[in-house]
Antibody
Framework: EVQLVESGGGLVQPGGSLRLSCTAS????????MHWVRQAPGKGLVWVAH????????TYADSVKGRFTISRDNAKNMLYLQMDSLRAEDTAVYYC???????????WGRGTLVTVSS | EIVLTQSPATLSLSPGERASLSCRAS??????LAWYQHKPGQAPRLLIY???NRATGIPARFSGSGSGTDFTLTISSLEPEDFAVYYC??????????FGQGTRLEIK
């Protein structure tokens, strides 16, 4: 089955760190750019970061630049988001999404919830 | 940053009716616009890309139109499963990739 499954969310204190994972299956992972998109409670979708297939090109939303790092392991079909210096405003459901060339998202996971609170 | 403004915020219609959702860009984005459907607890679903192309498996009752700054998603005859939140998204000038704030389509 073609799918993306996120994991790693949870409750973390402000200033803390968390690493999200996204497991890809059913398609050729190495052929696709990948993205993270988030949705704060009661709000809309917000793009977070992208990575190309060779891991040589990444981009970030200004709100997370310098704090979040996107990466991937093509041998394991895995996408990651390392989140450091977390803030309350980072509280959201985080989705991984597959890029269909280019910069549209044709496959999404169901998301993982990150709550930043003391 | 390109800002996308969707209207209305909420649209109340009955099954069988026609729905028209609007998305306006703060500057021209050619036809580099997509539409997504999102239901609570589910993964968002790509409906339309490049303003007017239906994604794989999307029913023909969904159609998209527009270019430049003004775009429309039309659902010709609403089915019960179509009630959801709809987002537009641009890829013309990125980063950042941006989404509209969403239109909630609810049952009247």
């Amino acid at each position: 089955e073609v799918q993306l499954v996120e994991s790693g969310g949870g409750l973390v204190q402000p200033g803390g760190s968390l690493r999200l994972s996204c497991t890809a299956s059913g398609f050729t992972f190495t052929s696709h750019w990948m993205h993270w998109v988030r949705q704060a409670p009661g709000k809309g979708l917000v793009w977070v970061a992208h990575i190309n297939t060779e891991m040589t090109y990444t981009t970030y939303a200004d709100s997370v630049k310098g704090r979040f790092t996107i990466s991937r392991d093509n041998a394991k079909n895995m996408l990651y988001l390392q989140m450091d210096s977390l803030r309350a405003e980072d509280t959201a459901v985080y989705y991984c999404a597959r890029d269909v060339p280019h910069q549209y998202f044709d496959l999404w996971g169901r998301g993982t919830l990150v709550t930043v609170s003391s | 940053e390109i800002v996308l403004t969707q209207s209305p915020a909420t649209l109340s219609l009955s099954p069988g009716e026609r729905a028209s959702l609007s998305c306006r860009a703060s500057q021209s984005i050619n036809t580099y616009l997509a539409w997504y459907q999102h239901k609570p607890g589910q993964a968002p679903r790509l409906l339309i890309y490049d303003a007017s192309n239906r994604a794989t498996g999307i029913p023909a009752r969904f159609s998209g139109s527009g270019s430049g700054t003004d775009f429309t998603l039309t659902i010709s005859s609403l089915e019960p499963e179509d009630f959801a939140v709809y987002y537009c998204q641009q890829r013309s000038d990125w980063p950042p990739i941006t989404f509209g704030q969403g239109t909630r389509l609810e049952i009247k």
